[in-house]
Nanobody
Framework: QVQLVESGGGLVQAGGSLRLTCAAS????????MGWFRQAPGKERVFVAD????????YYADSVKGRFTISRDNAKNTLYLQMNSLKPEDTAVYYC???????????????????WGQGTQVTVSS
C-alpha cells in the first residue's frame, strides 16, 4: 500500500495562490494514478483533479478548471496542486488520494480511490 501526507494548506485572501503537496511513501508511487478531492463543512467530498500515473493525462472539475493545476514528480514521490485565483468557495479540507485502476471512468467518485491522506485545510477569506 501507499501512505499519503498532505501539506501546504493555510489561510489566503481571495485572488491569492497556494500550492498543496502530497508526499507518498510505501509502494511505488508511479504505479498509481492520483487525485485531489475537497470537503467543505457539512458537505460531501467532491472531486477536484486527477492525474494519470505517467502524468500525461489530467482531469479537472469545472469549478477549478483554468485556476488549478495538478502535477506530479515521480522521482520525488510527490503530487502537487497549484491553486491560483482562489475564491472563498474553495474553502475546504483538501485530500490527496491514490487509485490503482488505470482506467479513468470512475474518477469523480471517491470510492474509486484506494488510499487517502489525512487532509489539509485551505481557507480563503473574502
Amino acid at each position: 500500500q501507499v501512505q499519503l501526507v498532505e501539506s501546504g494548506g493555510g489561510l489566503v485572501q481571495a485572488g491569492g495562490s497556494l500550492r498543496l503537496t502530497c508526499a507518498a511513501s510505501g509502494r511505488t508511487f508511479s504505479s498509481y494514478a492520483m487525485g485531489w478531492f475537497r470537503q467543505a463543512p457539512g458537505k460531501e467530498r467532491v472531486f477536484v483533479a486527477d492525474i494519470s500515473w505517467t502524468g500525461g493525462n489530467t482531469y479537472y472539475a469545472d469549478s477549478v478548471k483554468g485556476r488549478f493545476t495538478i502535477s506530479r514528480d515521480n522521482a520525488k514521490n510527490t503530487l502537487y496542486l497549484q491553486m491560483n485565483s482562489l475564491k472563498p468557495e474553495d474553502t475546504a479540507v483538501y485530500y490527496c488520494a491514490a487509485r490503482m485502476s488505470k482506467f479513468n471512468a470512475g474518477i469523480l467518485n471517491p470510492a474509486y480511490y484506494n488510499y487517502w491522506g489525512q487532509g489539509t485545510q485551505v481557507t480563503v477569506s473574502s
